[in-house]
């Protein structure tokens, strides 16, 4: 993989974090309650209707000769329709509380958010200062593994020409 300056682990950190990208999702929600509040203080309209059929029959009988009787079949509609308007004046501060409510946790969101953020990006600044110091102890191991190497060869070449014993050879 391509080398990462700090910079770039943190924006990634920061734009790719599932914690980061809930608390965003929490602060939207919360967000979302402050016009619910204001709310309170608008009108209300509400429109009820109904609608039906009715058929009535009317029967009537004559006392009278010659005894007919009469009916009538009417056939209605009925229809009924209600629109009502409210609009609150005073609502016992009732309102004027839930705005307030709604403001102060979109502060709490918004710090909780804050922190969150602060918790990944440090999180993010010690992985990446971790892997620099894990980076440098193999690189100065590995310098150190080839450095012994050297030596122990020198060390075998100067045994091969009688300058050395094998026990400095081994040591």
Do not use: C
């Not at 109904?50 to 229809?79: C, E, F, I």
């Not at 980076?135 to 100065?140: I, S, Y």
């Amino acid at each position: 993989a391509p080398a990462q300056t700090i910079d770039d682990a943190l924006a990634t950190a920061y734009r790719t974090n599932p914690s980061l990208a809930a608390e965003r999702a929490r602060l939207r929600a919360l967000d979302e309650g402050v016009p619910r509040a204001l709310s309170g203080w608008r009108p209300t309209v509400t429109l009820t209707g109904s609608t039906g059929k009715a058929r009535d029959t009317n029967r009537q009988d004559d006392t009278m000769p010659p005894h007919r009787t009469t009916t009538v079949d009417r056939l209605r509609s009925p229809d009924n329709a209600t629109l009502t308007l409210t609009q609150p004046l005073y609502r016992g501060g009732r309102t004027l509380a839930d705005t307030s409510r709604a403001e102060h946790l979109v502060q709490r969101g918004r710090a909780v958010l804050q922190g969150a953020e602060q918790t990944v990006l440090l999180d993010a600044a010690t992985a990446y200062a971790n892997l620099l110091r894990d980076q440098a102890t193999l690189d100065l191991n590995i310098n150190n593994e080839q450095v012994l190497t050297r030596q122990l060869q020198a060390a075998r070449d100067r045994f091969q020409v009688g300058e050395i014993t094998r026990t400095d050879v081994s040591q």
